[in-house]
């Protein structure tokens, strides 16, 4: 289980993998692979309300200015995406688990439940992002593809890398 | 977002969202032209929308008044049908029916404003007709009491007309009892005057005599009223300056015909 004091190490880790994807694993254009989401899914349960809305806001905001992206786009959808976390985390966990593991991680909720917590987590974060990007540029299709897709890999990607990161004491 | 959140909290909370959401919006608008031409895009049809729905509203409220307007329009228009039947008729002049084949080198779309401008020093009108209804832009817009201004930007659904109260915009305008004609300008005083200048001082005129359409754009036909003669003044001692006051009061305006000039591409060819 990762402690309060390791919190900011996996944000920088992710950061750093952040810049890395940015600037060498451009596989695809249609394809965005997003980390920095991550930081916000993991932040320890009780942070929640304004000092939470603020710190999406700040992370999103740093993934802009460390991306190559429009300034503002990852801000956006940081900031609207943390309105949906506690009410899922909510939904998803006991309160005896939340005692227990104060991150929402899949030994907290379960690897099913963890899952579709990143996938609805992402699914609104890249309609935001994705629908700020391009709605009225590109055709619909396209972007209802980039969501999709986008959400499944993205998700993937983050319950595997909490996977590596979070292990049972 | 929590539990027992209460609603002071939630009012904070969607308050923090919003200013964090306008500082993005900023942001994003100031980084990327494609994204900021959108966003006025969007909030332009909006506003057109709402433009729209207020117009109504206030066209219903005058229905009576514009009864009346169209009641005597529908008069005027009888009394000069009348006039040319009988012209014709009576082949008082050989080239009457020539005179309404050049009439008839014009269409006419009919158009509601949905917003009007007149207090401004350069004011323009929106009219629901766009791209889909055939309008483009440099086309005329007038009604039978007068020009209006001309088509400057069009959308699918919707156009931006240039209104004649504009400080820099100016017609040509005729005496139509001298024929003699120059430029008729706002000078952005009074919504319902207009000025024309570089009348020759041995022109003959009164207080009262109208002025019509010159017809030598090909915005507009000829002989559209326009005004009639007001007052007037001497420039330096050379030519004369007439105040007219216009037919149209751009204050109530709601119906509109744009003029499409059928013989515009070729003449512009020559």
Known sequence: MIKVRHFLLVALLVILLQAVIDKYLT???????????????LMPIQLRGIPMLLAAFGIGLLSDLLGNGILGLNASAMTAM????????????????????PYPCQLSMGSGR????????????????????????????????????????NAALGFLFTWLIIREE | MGKHTSFLQIFAIAITFLLL???????ISKNSILQQTQLVLRLRQIQQIGWQRVERRRYADKLESINEILFRENQQLLA?????????????????????????????????????????????????KGRAD?????????????????????????????????????????LAKSNTF????????RHNQVIMDEIPIHTTYAIGDTVV?????????????IGTVASHKLIDGVSHRLYLDLFEDFRSLHFVYIVYNNQETEIESL
């Open chain 1, 27 to 41: 596989l695809n254009s249609n394809l965005y692979l997003i980390l920095a989401p991550i930081i916000v899914f």
């Open chain 1, 82 to 101: 943390v309105l949906l976390r506690y009410p899922l985390i909510r939904a998803f966990t006991n309160e005896n688990s939340l005692e227990k593991y």
């Open chain 1, 114 to 153: 963890f899952f579709l917590y990143l996938v609805l987590l992402y699914f609104l974060f890249l309609s935001i992002y994705i629908l700020w990007e391009g709605a009225g540029i590109l055709p619909s299709p396209l972007l209802v593809g980039r969501i999709v897709v986008g959400t499944v890999i």
């Open chain 2, 21 to 27: 959401e306008g500082v993005c919006v900023l942001l």
């Open chain 2, 80 to 128: 000069q049908n009348q006039r040319l039947l009988e012209l014709v008729a009576e082949q008082q002049y050989r080239d009457s029916a020539q005179v309404l084949e050049a009439q008839n080198r014009f269409q006419y779309i009919p158009a509601e404003v949905i917003r009007n401008e007149t207090d401004r020093q350069h004011n323009v009108i929106f009219l629901n």
């Open chain 2, 134 to 174: 055939g309008v483009r832009p440099d086309m005329g817009v007038v009604t039978t009491r007068g020009i209006i201004g001309f088509v400057n930007g069009v959308s699918e659904h919707f156009c931006q007309v240039v209104s004649l109260l504009d400080i820099d915009r100016g017609i040509t305008g005729t």
């Open chain 2, 182 to 189: 120059g430029p008729i300008r706002w000078d952005g005083v």
């Open chain 2, 213 to 225: 359409s010159s017809g030598y754009s090909q915005l507009f036909p000829k002989n559209i009223p």
